[in-house]
């Protein structure tokens, strides 16, 4: 099956029709529901998950009157999925967000990002400041001056850097793209669920984004990533006038409260965080409908102070 076709037996647990954009000469699939006309909600994800993480959002939002869009980035989800490096750094993330944003001409529209969905879904508000309007951060970090045990960690994270091994555990064993939010999970995910996020990384060599993504988070000076990220630093002051709500689980080992806490003093106008217990690095999959109830009433109280 390729990853780009959705299987049957995926369409109950996510039924929203797969839409397509050709960005930057790569093909990004996303779902876009609700009233065209609604506040746009941008719900991205991260290492190594695509669209279904943020399933028990889509319904939930449409209901409180926003338009849900969830974009597969570039290498993951229903999205082409290239095996070259090149198309796969954080600049080209950003630039493919940009490119969607603008093909769909969003305005005033809303930033959910966790993970990778953080730096990319910010790098590319702060493209197009203008247009945003709210911001809603999970688990993620925006900065290279703090750094966890989880990344300092020689196992895993390090080993999966190295040259030889890092091929030998994320491609060959594919510990990331057929493991993540299975082995990660606080609820304890049914194996269908685990299907529907480890499918689309069947192809052969289709995961190359999945090894890609860690070498890109930045450790020390000259890593990939270090300019691009600090970039995004720099500008973090630019944001004091969206509002902006921190969502987070302290129980994740990737990022833990120490970067919520970073994240608050680079942006101290940001509301929370917000803490959930029972769920982990995939906080959208333990805390699902919680979290989406949290980010509509963030939304709802703009939407009241806008009126």
């Not at 093909?103 to 969905?117: A, Y």
């Not at 390090?158 to 091994?165: D, K, Q, R, S, Y």
């Not at 529907?196 to 990939?224: C, K, M, Q």
Request: aromatic fraction near 10%; hydrophobic fraction near 40%; charged fraction near 20%.
């Amino acid at each position: 099956m390729h990853p780009r076709q959705k299987p049957e037996w995926l369409v109950t647990a996510f039924p929203w029709k797969q839409r397509s954009a050709t960005v930057n000469g790569r093909r990004m699939a996303y779902i876009d529901e609700g009233d065209e006309n609604s506040q746009p909600v941008l719900l991205l994800s991260g290492n190594p998950t695509w669209g279904f993480l943020y399933r028990d959002f889509v319904s939930p939002l449409i209901a409180a009157g926003y338009r849900p869009i969830a974009p597969d980035w570039i290498g993951t989800g229903y999205s082409d999925h290239p095996r070259d490096d090149r198309a796969l750094t954080l600049p080209h993330h950003i630039a493919d967000l940009v490119a969607l944003l603008d093909q769909l001409k969003l305005r005033e529209f809303v930033i959910v990002g966790q993970d990778w969905g953080g730096p990319q879904g910010v790098g590319a508000a702060l493209q197009r400041i203008e247009r945003v309007a709210a911001i809603v951060l999970m688990n993620t970090w925006l900065f290279t001056d703090c750094l966890g045990a989880f990344h300092a960690a020689p196992r895993p994270w390090t080993t999966w850097h190295a040259p030889l091994i890092g091929q030998y555990f994320m491609k060959r064993h594919k510990v990331l793209s057929m493991n993540g939010p299975s082995v990660t999970s606080k609820r304890g995910i049914t194996p269908r669920e685990a299907d529907a996020y480890h499918h689309v990384f069947d192809e052969p060599d289709s995961d190359h984004v999945v090894l890609t993504w860690p070498r890109t988070i930045p450790l020390v000076e000259g890593d990939r990533g270090w300019v691009d990220m600090q970039h995004i630093e720099q500008r973090l002051s630019e944001l004091s006038e969206i509002p902006l709500r921190l969502l987070w689980a302290p129980e994740d080992n990737v990022f833990p409260i120490e970067y919520a806490e970073r994240l608050k003093q680079l942006l101290p106008h940001a509301q929370g965080p917000t803490l959930f217990d029972r769920a982990a690095h995939f906080l959208q999959d333990d805390r699902g409908p919680d979290l989406a109830t949290a980010t509509i009433e963030f939304l709802d109280a703009q939407r009241e102070q806008a009126s």
